[in-house]
């Protein structure tokens, strides 16, 4: 998931630190989470709100069947 250039012309230096420190995040959830099928512990996706109100594909959650 890209950020829209045009979007990122108008922020402000810690606008874009921030949106990129999300996308970051989103990433790594991405990466974790991807062909899970068991979670060891508790299951927290948080802080994924993105300053042009783009929607986060969580379709990699999809394969988790137990959170233990």
């Given at each position: 998931?890209?950020?829209?250039?045009?979007?990122?012309?108008?922020?402000?230096?810690?606008?874009?630190?921030?949106?990129?420190?999300?996308?970051?995040?989103?990433?790594?959830y991405?990466?974790?989470?991807?062909?899970?099928?068991?979670?060891?512990?508790?299951l927290?996706?948080?802080?994924?709100?993105?300053?042009?109100?783009?929607?986060f594909?969580?379709?990699?959650?999809?394969?988790?069947?137990?959170?233990?």
């Amino acid at each position: 998931m890209q950020p829209d250039p045009e979007l990122l012309e108008t922020m402000s230096e810690e606008d874009a630190i921030a949106f990129a420190k999300i996308m970051v995040r989103y990433n790594r959830y991405r990466d974790m989470y991807t062909n899970c099928a068991v979670v060891d512990g508790n299951l927290e996706i948080v802080f994924l709100t993105s300053p042009d109100n783009r929607t986060f594909s969580l379709d990699f959650l999809q394969n988790i069947r137990e959170v233990t």
